[in-house]
Nanobody
Framework: QVQLVESGGGLVQAGDSLRLSCATS????????MGWFRQAPGKERDFVAR????????NYADSMKGRFTISRDNAKNTVYLQMNNLKSEDTAVYYC???????????????????WGQGTQVTVSS
């Protein structure tokens, strides 16, 4: 069982930046592709970004390109989501997810990830 713990959420103003972290004690962290998703109240869980096991490849939802950056530090067993120029519509609970066997065709699909964190709230006031 891979346990994921998100942190870094909070209340910010539009235009501000936040960096979310997702840490695990899993020693084989580098075997897992990692994703970030978000869920606003009353809405489905949406794909934000994904990073490959080595960190060499990333994918983003179109609305996040240029504003959000996903990265990972395999030595620290941590994946990050840097969010810049935040907008009120970015308000949501942000979740990290992990899977060791996900294929490229499934990186944006929540049900393809086996492990999930508990989420961290991001609120952007306009």
């Amino acid at each position: 069982q891979v346990q994921l713990v998100e942190s870094g959420g909070g209340l910010v103003q539009a235009g501000d930046s936040l960096r979310l972290s997702c840490a695990t004690s899993e020693r084989t962290f580098s075997n897992y592709a990692m994703g970030w998703f978000r869920q606003a109240p009353g809405k489905e869980r949406d794909f934000v970004a994904r990073i490959s096991r080595s960190g060499a490849n990333t994918n983003y939802a179109d609305s996040m390109k240029g504003r959000f950056t996903i990265s990972r530090d395999n030595a620290k067993n941590t994946v990050y989501l840097q969010m810049n120029n935040l907008k009120s519509e970015d308000t949501a609970v942000y979740y990290c997810a992990a899977d060791s066997s996900i294929t490229l065709s499934g990186v944006a699909l929540p049900d393809r990830y086996k492990y999930w964190g508990q989420g961290t709230q991001v609120t952007v006031s306009s």
